[in-house]
């Protein structure tokens, strides 16, 4: 939502804008390829990716594209919709092929890029390199971590990286004062060093439907910070609230059905849309 207005991408290839007051639509543009992320509206442009990674930018007010940047095409990702993040003047696009690339919002020129793959001989499924979380900036570095295993910081303007690690997740990390929290593919929510990487703690969450025969693997999404807490979903209905400063759950709560969308928190409340298409509010 941006300006009164709604941008929504589809898996149709198209680009709608609706007023956000009324809901007609106000214009709409077909990409010619289904979109895999959500919209972002910065600076009068709005920036998605298809599915065959190429980064668009669109006028905001008439819907003319602007320019395009074509990535590594990979037909192997995870579902998800993440989205670009956009500071000044640079743009951080997140690719299926494990890119982060950083372009110039005016003109879509690469100023640099940054794989996050990492080679893992241990399944087919940990081969994947998709960036499936937004990045995420905050003083002049770059956030991000990849689902085959890598999590790093990086300077926003030269590229270089300030540090790594090897973590796989396919969730947005969150940023608060000096530390990095993020989940990862087997449920461990991490606090780490915003400087530094080193770890701070690490906090298992559940794993399995199961936990006795360790059957039906859990997926979480997350974390967002609410009132002191970090606050996480997963694929069963968890919504656990847990301590920044240890990782001890503090609250749960259960929704009945999965979430897979990220939470949303706004006006005090707590926002989830779950698998069945219900739109829960939590206090």
């Known amino acids: 939502a941006s300006g009164g207005r709604v941008f929504v991408t589809t898996g149709f290839g198209t680009l709608v804008v609706l007023d956000g007051a009324s809901g007609d639509e106000v214009w709409r543009v077909a990409a010619g390829a289904p979109f895999h992320t959500a919209p972002v509206v910065v600076g009068g442009r709005v920036y998605a990716i298809t599915n065959d990674s190429e980064l668009m930018a669109f006028d905001a007010s008439t819907g003319e594209v602007q320019w395009t940047f074509q990535a590594i095409a990979e037909t192997a990702r995870i579902l998800s919709a ?27 020129r690469r100023l640099w890029a940054d794989s996050l793959s990492r080679a893992s001989s241990l399944t087919s499924l940990s ?42 997740s396919t969730q947005t ?97 707590i926002y989830l849309v779950t698998d069945k298409a219900q739109l829960v509010v939590l206090r």
């Open 82 to 108: 993440p989205s670009v993040a956009v500071s000044s003047d640079t743009v951080l696009a997140p690719f299926a092929s494990g890119e982060l690339v950083a372009l110039l919002a005016p003109n879509g």
């Open 127 to 168: 081969a994947i390199n998709d960036i499936a979380g937004r990045p995420v900036v905050e003083s002049g570095v770059v956030y991000a971590v990849s689902h085959s295993g890598v999590i790093a910081a990086i300077d926003l303007r030269s590229g270089q990286r300030i540090w790594s690690r090897a973590f796989a």
């Open 173 to 269: 990390p969150w940023v608060a004062g000096d530390v990095l929290y993020a989940v990862s593919v087997d449920g461990e929510l991490t606090a780490f060093d915003r400087a530094t990487g080193a770890i701070y703690w690490v906090s298992q969450l559940r794993r399995y439907r199961n936990e006795n025969s360790r059957e039906g693997r859990l997926a979480w999404t997350g974390p967002i910070m609410v009132g002191g807490r970090l606050v996480l979903a997963n694929s069963v209905g968890d919504v656990v609230a847990v301590s920044p400063q240890d990782g001890r759950e503090l609250a749960r709560a259960d929704v009945g059905d999965p979430v897979f969308v990220p939470l949303i928190a706004a006006n005090d409340q």
